[in-house]
């Protein structure tokens, strides 16, 4: 086993990085391994700065290997035009619906870009598709991603060619946006049991519910001062 590298020392860290390209190379190029090439796309985008080399390895996992977390990582150079391509959103939806269907860790997020995308409606010659945007936004929000759960219930509250507007689905959607931390589905809901729009007025639960809102938005104002104070 190799000793531990002193982070200290320049020459140190700059063999241990050489030598984790070289690794990664090998995993990717001599054996085939599609984790492997994703690494080294991170190494070339990370490590390196060489973002030119770092998309054409992703854009080779994720076409002939089908790997989900390249997939994922290509749509991002799409949508921003980075690592030289250009920016596409036609292919960044192609890759983020790629990677959903295909699973991984990445997967979640891919569904609700693909979502994004279609309801966008610019990778359909600006036609938005409410239909697809409210299936991949209900995978994403199978997947417990808070802002899926909420644009669905944005989708309901509103209604949309396709999609009728259906304020019991809205509540239903909203509240789960709030159970996983989003300060604007608590909002909503608080609201809705305000009014008693799709539910039955309920002052105490709304009030509940606007409480969960304010000390979200509090814990978020504090996490970004904490970055600011940090940078």
Partial sequence: MAGLVDFQ??????????????????????????DGCHRLAEYFESIKKNFESAAQILKTNCEENEYSESCYKLGGYYVTGK?????????????YLKSCNKGGKKSTDSCHNVGLLAHDG???????DPLQARD????ACDGKFAASCFNLSTLYIQGAPGV?????????YSERACNLGH?????????????????TKNDEKAESLKNKARDLHRTQQERTQQITFGE
């Fill in 136 to 139: 991949y936004y209900s995978k």
């Fill in 164 to 172: 009728s507007k259906d304020m019991n689905k809205a509540l239903y």
């Fill in 122 to 128: 610019r990778v359909n010659g600006d036609k938005p």
């Fill in 9 to 34: 020392n320049e020459e140190e860290v700059k063999e241990y990085l050489d030598n984790l390209g070289t690794e990664y190379s090998y995993q990717c190029y001599r054996e085939k391994q599609p």
């Fill in 83 to 95: 690592g030289g391509l250009p920016v596409d959103l036609k292919a960044a939806f192609d890759c």
């Fill in 183 to 199: 300060m604007w589905g608590c909002a909503n809901a608080s609201r809705m049991y305000k009014l008693g729009d799709g539910v």
